[in-house]
T-cell receptor, first 112, second 113 residues
């Protein structure tokens, strides 16, 4: 089973809202990732967690705040986003940080 | 210099034909190579991974890797309309940044019935 789940599927939020994206995997993977993907572009790495610790932050603005409550869950907290943050947000996981990554279905975010 | 390059397409082939997708990469120390398929509005789905020179076959898909030429390709035999999607080539670098999947911009494939 190579399933990564994400909720919600779609999200519309205003620039003053606070919302969270959730990602879950039950494959025993110890590395989890957040990506942002704009239309007709490849995914762009945002954060990497390895063994529940933040390993990589790819210079992402502080209005995006990741959290890894346990080895199966990954959250992305959103606050004071801008319209240009509208995108598909993808979660991925892998057995270890350099192994094959499997993507979840994504959350389509629209910031008004 | 772009790190992973793909022809953006669109690549159009008739149903039943072989589709050939190509990718070149700049980092000679790259270790792992992946092909992901992405339908419009959906997330990337792993099709193939390849780590050593040569061919790797899985059903209708064959990945080919040539590290000397820094070239990786994906062949899709007996193409079906359901294969119509964007194909993303991705490479994992060696060393300190080996966590990072570097993607090409993707090749849009259209299979015509």
């Amino acid at each position: 089973d190579t399933e990564v789940t994400q909720t919600p599927k779609h999200l519309v939020m205003g620039m003053t809202n606070k919302k969270s994206l959730k990602c879950e995997q039950h494959m025993g993977h110890r590395a989890m990732y957040w990506y942002k993907q704009k239309a007709k572009k490849p995914p762009e790495l945002m954060f990497v967690y390895s063994y529940e610790k933040l390993s990589i932050n790819e210079s992402v603005p502080s209005r995006f705040s990741p959290e890894c409550p346990n080895s199966s869950l990954l959250n992305l907290h959103l606050h004071a986003l801008q319209p240009e943050d509208s995108a598909l947000y993808l979660c991925a996981s892998s057995q270890a940080i350099s192994e094959t990554q499997y993507f979840g279905p994504g959350t389509r975010l629209l910031v008004l | 210099q772009k790190e992973v390059e793909q022809n953006s397409g669109p690549l159009s082939v008739p149903e039943g034909a072989i589709a050939s997708l190509n990718c070149t990469y700049s980092d000679r120390g790259s270790q792992s190579f992946f092909w992901y398929r992405q339908y419009s509005g959906k997330s990337p789905e792993l099709i193939m991974s390849i780590y050593s020179n040569g061919d790797k076959e899985d059903g209708r898909f064959t990945a080919q890797l040539n590290k000397a030429s820094q070239y990786v390709s994906l062949l899709i035999r007996d193409s079906q309309p359901s294969d119509s999607a964007t194909y993303l080539c991705a490479v994992t670098r060696s060393g300190g940044s080996n966590y990072k999947l570097t993607f090409g911009k993707g090749t849009l494939l259209t299979v015509n019935p």
